[in-house]
């Protein structure tokens, strides 16, 4: 079983940054590729990002690309998502979510673990 536990979340003005972490624990976290997500109020979670299991391949969603990436660190079990540049359109609930495969994908339906979610807000 695979824990997930995101950190990093909180209050910024428009223009400015986070990092948001993901600590995994529980299954060795060199075989899961990881994935970001976020549901904004009212809406249906989305997916923000991934990262392959070896870091060799990464994607950001379009409404991020340039302002958003995603990195990993396998020796301290960690993802991340750095986020520039918020907008208040970015406010919230930052999920990163687990699979036992070589790669990411874009459906919230195919990872098996996800972690309690984390708020975002941006204010302007």
């Known amino acids: 079983q695979v824990q997930l536990a995101e950190s990093g979340g909180g209050l910024v003005q428009a223009g400015g940054s986070l990092r948001l972490s993901c600590a995994a624990s529980g299954l060795s976290f060199s075989i899961l590729s990881m994935g970001w997500f976020r549901q904004l109020p009212g809406k249906e979670r989305e997916f923000v990002g991934g990262?392959?299991?070896?870091?060799?391949?990464?994607f950001a969603s379009d409404f991020v690309k340039g302002r958003f990436t995603i990195s990993r660190d396998n020796a301290k079990n960690t993802v991340y998502l750095q986020m520039n540049s918020l907008r208040p359109e970015d406010t919230a609930i930052y999920y990163c979510a687990a699979r036992v495969a070589t790669n990411y994908t874009s459906s919230r339906y195919n990872y098996n673990y996800w972690g309690q979610g984390t708020q975002v807000t941006v204010s302007s």
């Open positions: 990262i392959s299991r070896s870091a060799g391949s990464t």
